[in-house]
């Protein structure tokens, strides 16, 4: 029913985007250029993408500068490292996988998100 009004969408593709209590600030359901874009306020929401888009190219800058500091100095640099998962070789495939390897969970019980970057 009004599947025209909803994108042609089902259901369940429609509860995807819900916004869940208890969530760490960086789950992708809180993204403010969403929720602007969701409620139709448009203008203000590709504004605000601009702001997060330059906000990523900032922190991407800053880690290529880190990473030519580090090499210059003959440091090892380590780069973006995931909270929730690790980078492993998958055993049959070869290939990287990303494999979680815990703390999520510990956190939303605790809900002590102070490990989660600022990302919007």
């Known amino acids: 029913e009004n599947a025209e009004n909803m994108y042609f969408f089902s259901e369940l593709a429609l509860t995807l985007n819900e916004p869940e209590e208890r969530v760490a600030p960086t789950d992708s359901r809180l993204r403010p250029d969403q929720r602007l874009m969701e409620s139709g306020r448009w203008d203000e929401a590709n504004v605000e993408k601009q702001r997060l888009e330059e906000k990523q190219r900032a922190v991407r ?40 390897k815990g703390g999520y969970w510990e956190a939303k019980d605790k809900q002590d998100w102070s490990v989660c970057p600022d990302i919007f």
């Open 61 to 100: 800058r800053r880690r290529e500068a880190e990473a030519v500091e580090a090499l210059e100095e003959g440091e090892d640099y380590e780069g973006y490292i995931p909270l929730w998962f690790e980078r492993k070789v998958d055993a049959v495939t070869g290939e990287l996988i990303c494999v979680y």
